[in-house]
């Protein structure tokens, strides 16, 4: 079989997905059981896996549906905590202090805070936390999704302290051979990581500094009353000034500092200067711009997650710093526990799981239920508990926020549990009887065979594909980055450019991930949706890694950047 028609197949269930969710409008609990087969039958009858495998898989997957549900769970059990305790209603108040205008809210919350929550934590955290968030001030469920979703792109290649980085690029580099070649030309793999660390940086502070931008103009062409990107656009100088808030710390730290903290530090610095210039009206439009009344929202706008006042059992009287405090033990939980180590070492340690699943090697699994963000949530939610919930009321609180969750647990999970093994299925493919690269690996080949010296202009695409199929920049790095190391050395090309517009590429992925997209839809109760989301959410995909291929295209070809392995 040639390397077109394999990488044609291999593209089957992607293909597959995009039709039944975006062409077909089908729901993904209906659309995602038939991409499992289809994935399924492909394994079998053309790579030829064997069915232990191909179960083993499936199992593997159910294992991470349940670490993914568990940090959804933990993101909706806290604001549904928050939203008995009344803190929902003082936070809403104080965002509206900020600005009335739902454009700078949505930068706020969801490029400012929604940065620094992937910094620290990453793996679709910041949208499960910013999305809920969102609707409780007042969003619309499926505008607040888009938000969330938007920003699962600059600063995801240095999420989770530089997980995809740090991790992704490491594992997923023979570093070993790599190391030699580098020590004939005097260097280290450490300071050749760095280069790749700086290259990344670089080439998102260019692509990303219109993210906040162009996220107000998805947000007024599709959520407005006038379906206009002009009313976007008004606030071009505010946007790109929150752009640049983020995205000079991020890219100086990444150059100067490492891969660990451009995100935490960009997200930081950002949430200061903005929030301040926000509240002193600095470039800010003098009309505000809101949605229409909540009557006249088409009726898929809505998800299942109601914000009202409990009077029962509410707060009326709580302060803002009060009513914070739960988001910000979330933010020092999550960055105490992927700094220090031996706190790390202690959540982490407390798990569950399985090696070698059926006695297939690598196929494992584990769940780590206080290391997960999820963990961290419901810590979080408990203390809100305590400190906001009114003597005598806090038990009708927590069995209210307990029952509330689960029910769009079960909804979200029905979706995810052939989802994700799907995934597993898709990367596991690679051990087979035909002898044959996995079903990610034949795509990318094929794309590089097809494309040529024009490689790095598509080189961010395959990292895209990786994260869509896997929902994770550190997984597409795993999977891609020999491989485009290899193109590039093949071509004569800077391998260290290459590997970061990979890493560019699989952040700007996580816009399109099927199995994020499901997690945050179920954060605000929205199931069914998600082809709608995804329609959207293409736009700023395409930009993204268009603009990075070519940044990368120029990089190489008009600025001659090289680099010791090339």
Not at 335 to 361: N, Q, W, Y
């Amino acid at each position: 079989m040639n390397e077109l028609t394999l990488g044609l197949l291999a593209l089957v269930p992607i293909a597959l997905a995009a039709l039944l969710l975006v062409g077909l409008h089908w729901p993904a609990k209906k659309a995602m059981p038939v991409v499992l087969a289809a994935t399924a039958a492909l394994a079998i009858l053309v790579w030829d896996m064997s069915t232990n495998r191909v179960i083993a898989s499936v199992l593997q997957g159910l294992g991470i549906t349940a670490s993914v549900l568990w940090i959804v769970f933990g993101a909706i059990f806290l604001l549904n905590t928050l939203k008995h305790t009344g803190a929902i209603q003082v936070i809403r108040q104080g965002f509206t202090n900020v600005s009335p205008d739902r454009r700078i809210q949505a930068i706020v919350i969801a490029w400012c805070f929604g940065t620094f929550i992937e910094g620290a934590s990453g793996f679709g955290t910041p949208a499960a936390i910013a999305a809920p968030l969102l609707v409780a001030i007042g969003f619309p469920a499926v505008a607040a999704v888009l938000m969330g979703m938007m920003i699962q792109s600059t600063p995801v290649s240095f999420g989770a302290v530089g997980t995809p980085i740090v991790i992704g690029v490491n594992k997923g580099l023979d570093t070993t051979a790599i190391e030699a070649s580098l020590a004939s030309q005097g260097w280290t793999w450490e300071q050749y990581l760095q280069l790749i660390t700086a290259d990344v940086a670089i080439i998102h502070a260019i692509v990303g500094t219109v993210m906040p931008l162009f996220m107000v103009m998805m947000l007024t062409r599709f959520f407005g009353a006038n379906r206009s990107w002009k009313e976007g656009l008004e606030i071009l100088p505010f946007a790109l000034f929150a752009g640049l808030a983020f995205t000079i710390p991020y890219a100086l730290t990444g150059i100067f500092l490492g891969p660990e903290f451009p995100s935490l530090i960009g997200g930081l610095v950002s949430m200061a200067i903005v929030v301040t210039a926000a509240k002193r009206g600095f470039l800010t439009p003098k009309a505000a711009w809101d949605f229409e009344d909540k009557s006249l929202w088409p009726a898929n706008w809505l998800g299942k997650l109601e914000i009202k006042t409990d009077v029962a059992t509410g707060n009326a009287k709580m302060s803002p710093f009060v009513a914070w405090i739960p988001y910000l033990i979330v933010a020092l939980l999550l960055v105490c526990s992927r700094v220090f180590g031996d706190f790390k070492a202690f959540l982490a340690g407390i798990k569950v799981g399985a090696t070698d699943i059926l006695g297939e090697v690598g196929v494992n699994v584990a769940f780590s239920p206080l290391y997960l963000p999820g963990g961290l949530l419901i810590i979080s939610a408990l203390v809100a508990l305590l400190l906001q919930g009114q003597s005598g009321q806090r038990g009708k609180v927590f069995t209210s926020a307990v029952s509330e969750s689960t029910k769009t647990i079960l909804s979200a999970g029905f979706v995810l549990i052939f989802t994700i093994p799907m995934v597993r299925l898709f990367i596991n493919s690679g051990v087979n009887l035909a002898d044959l690269p996995s079903m990610p690996m034949a795509a990318a080949q094929m794309f590089a065979d097809a494309f040529g010296s024009a490689f790095p202009l598509i080189s961010p695409a395959i990292g895209a594909l990786g994260a869509f199929i896997a929902g994770s920049n550190t997984v597409s790095n795993m999977m891609f980055s020999q491989f485009q190391f290899e193109a590039a050395t093949a071509l004569s090309l800077s391998p260290a450019i290459i590997i970061a517009a990979q890493a560019v590429g699989a952040a700007a992925g996580n816009m399109i991930a099927i199995h994020n997209v499901v997690a945050a839809s179920a954060t605000v109760g929205l199931l069914g949706q998600e082809g709608a989301t995804l329609r959207k959410t293409i736009l700023p995909t395409i930009y993204y890694v268009l603009v990075a291929g070519s940044i990368t295209l120029f990089a190489i070809y008009g600025l001659g950047i090289s680099d010791p392995l090339a």
